[in-house]
Nanobody
Framework: QVQLVESGGGLVQAGGSLRLSCVAS????????MAWYRQAPGKQRELVAT???????NYADSVKGRFTISRDNAKSTVYLQMNSLKPEDTAVYFC?????????????????WGQGTQVTVSS
């Protein structure tokens, strides 16, 4: 099992910046990809950014050029640097991890979610 813990959310003014962190831990696993999602009140959960082994990062059009996803493999941590924040970025941000979770010499592919961290951008 993989546990994910997000941190770094908070209240900022429009135009400000935040950096979210997500640490994966527990068991024996190999991460295939990590991603950030967000969900605003009354809206569906939205994919914000992904970083997958062997590929370039991918971003939603709404955050492209403002957000940067990065990954520290040694620390099993993914970051989301958010610059030029807008009120419409206000949401609960969730970390997601797709990983091979090993049991002996075999594994199962699992998707795990963090508890979410609140980002509020005031105007």
């Amino acid at each position: 099992q993989v546990q994910l813990v997000e941190s770094g959310g908070g209240l900022v003014q429009a135009g400000g910046s935040l950096r979210l962190s997500c640490v994966a831990s527990g068991g024996v696993f190999s991460i295939n990809s990590m991603a950030w999602y967000r969900q605003a009140p009354g809206k569906q959960r939205e994919l914000v950014a992904t970083i997958t082994s062997g590929t370039l990062p991918n971003y939603a059009d709404s955050v492209k050029g403002r957000f940067t996803i990065s990954r520290d493999n040694a620390k099993s941590t993914v970051y989301l640097q958010m610059n030029s924040l807008k009120p419409e970025d206000t949401a609960v941000y969730f970390c997601n991890c797709n990983a091979k979770v090993y049991y002996g010499l075999s594994y199962s592919e699992k998707s795990s979610w963090g508890q979410g961290t609140q980002v509020t951008v005031s105007s």
